[in-house]
């Protein structure tokens, strides 16, 4: 058995290590890697398509606050995102916390490591760095480029990861409630 193996599920990919529950919506070419926690126990999470949830991931929610994130959304290993909303085709970085009722705009990239705090509202188009997050500048023509070549990247990747063997033990996310 590889220790790296995929699922693809309703045209989402989950890797067989990931835990996604409750009412948790994901969009067709989600894909949700490694050890990534998606927890739609206490309220929902919409995730739209070709989002990525990198290895480590938290997802969780507020009592009273949902996660909605966008389509094209990268989210680097090990973020937490609790009881937030983020635009689409923007980056959160590595080991970045979003904490509840923060709203991230599109196009926006959250430096690895930032902090956002509670209720923060990012505007479109802008970078987030620091502890706690502060708003630095606009993004830049070059980061908005870099910005749209991540999804279709990790989109492939994950159809390399899918073609290794898998667990049919694991018990996966068998799709949205209907």
């Not at 929610?61 to 085709?89: L, P, R, W």
């Not at 590595?94 to 509670?118: D, E, N, S, W």
């Not at 480029?145 to 290794?164: C, D, S």
Request: with cysteine; proline share 6%.
């Amino acid at each position: 058995m590889s220790d790296m193996s995929f699922e693809k599920i309703n045209d989402v990919y989950l890797a067989n290590t990931a835990t996604v529950l409750g009412e948790v919506h994901l969009e067709p070419d989600v894909n949700i890697w490694y050890g990534a926690s998606i927890r739609g126990d206490v309220a929902p999470i919409r995730i739209g398509s070709m989002t990525n949830v990198q290895d480590n991931v938290t997802i969780h929610c507020d009592h009273t606050i949902a996660n909605t994130i966008g389509s094209k959304v990268t989210i680097g290993h090990n973020a937490v995102c609790h009881g937030i909303e983020i635009g689409d085709g923007s980056l959160i970085g590595m080991h970045a916390t979003l904490l509840g009722g923060t709203r991230i705009g599109k196009r926006c990239l959250i430096a690895a490591g930032a902090v956002v705090p509670p209720g923060m509202v990012v505007p479109d188009d802008h970078v987030v760095m620091g502890v706690p997050g502060k708003i630095v500048r606009e993004t830049t023509d070059q980061e908005k480029a870099y910005l749209l070549k991540l999804p279709p990247h990790y989109l492939r990747l994950v159809t390399r990861h899918f073609q290794e063997p898998h667990d049919p033990t694991v018990k996966r996310w068998q799709g949205n409630a209907q």
